[in-house]
């Protein structure tokens, strides 16, 4: 027997990177290297010690006075979730729904519009410039046109790796008639946060992920700051006892390791800055990034065949050809320099 899905969900596509074994796997933005092993050991230690029969601490005070310690405001003011994604889900659900609006700017992070479409939310979509910079010009259409209940921003952005400067979003912030999201899922790689404007007074949310810099996509952790007010409405719609208990452990021991992930951060940033480099003296166009990615389109050659051609040398990159705005592009993240060294030899071999 097969019982259809709801009606708005019939035709909505899912959102899937690529899994296939390769010798270089630059296609979903992770960190190339795992956690210190000082990590390892200590979370080791501390889940020998759980109580495996209880379920685990429905509030979890320990890992959010960890982070709010981490980003120096008040436990109350963060709301955490596994991974970012359900912290959007959360925020959807909660202020999004029948009747509402999310405003997305395309070409961004395709679940911004794929998680409000399945709360229930009405999406609302507005185009960057020709450089895929954000256009304030459409903003001010989008946003007074759609009155959105939400609106994202992805900064950096995520497949651009374009990072939006503090006066952009203010402006966006005294545009939007609801609530404004910033995703800084790569918010450590860029030189400015919108983490210090977050103010109970202002309707915005910085949310964060733990997949990235701190080396931990296999725990699924991601976070909020926001106003208490905001949080709170968050927490009661959560379900119970959302955070298991060695998620809460791995994140809260995790933040004992920022020395280390500042270093890998910064080392990340100037390999970053010699892929750029190299990548400029060979046929593609080169989109500047405050990520641990780089967006480039192939000038002679089709986008996909250069990703078929990579991945015949066992490279794995993001073809980012279907997305809207994006024809011909494809994404690959900052890897180790060995691994980058072989993305380039196998994108010379592609281009040629």
Known sequence: MTIAPRDDLALMAGYHSPQVDVAVRLNTNEAPEPPPAGFTAALAEAVATL???????????????AIAAHHSVDPVQVFAA????????????????????????EPTYALHSHIARI??????????????????????????????????LCSPNNPTGMLD??????????????LLVVDEAYGQFAPWSALELVADDRPLVVTRTYSKTWSMAAARLGYLIGPRDLVAQLDQVALPYHLDAVKQVAGRIALD?????????????EERGRLVARLTELPVTVWPSAANFILFRPHERDGAAVWQALLD????????????????????????????????????????
């Open 119 to 152: 709360t229930g939310t009405g999406v609302a979509t507005g185009e960057r410039t020709d450089d895929l910079a954000l256009d304030l010009a459409e903003v001010r259409r989008v946003l007074a046109a759609a009155e959105p209940a939400i609106t994202f």
């Open 51 to 65: 109580e495996w029969h209880r379920y685990p601490d429905r509030a979890y005070r320990a890992l959010r006075e």
């Open 82 to 105: 596994n991974g970012s994604n359900e912290v959007l889900q959360t925020l959807c659900l909660t202020y999004g729904g029948a009747g509402r609006t999310a405003a997305v700017f």
């Open 313 to 352: 040398r066992s490279v794995l990159v993001r073809d980012c050809s279907s997305w809207p705005r994006l024809d011909g592009c494809l994404r690959v993240t900052i890897g180790t320099p060995a691994e980058d060294d072989a993305f380039l030899a196998a994108l010379e071999d592609a281009l040629a």
């Open 165 to 178: 400067d503090e006066a952009t979003v203010r402006e966006v912030l005294d545009l939007a008639p609801g």
């Open 257 to 269: 390791f920022e020395d280390a992930m500042r270093s890998r951060v910064a080392a990340l940033v």
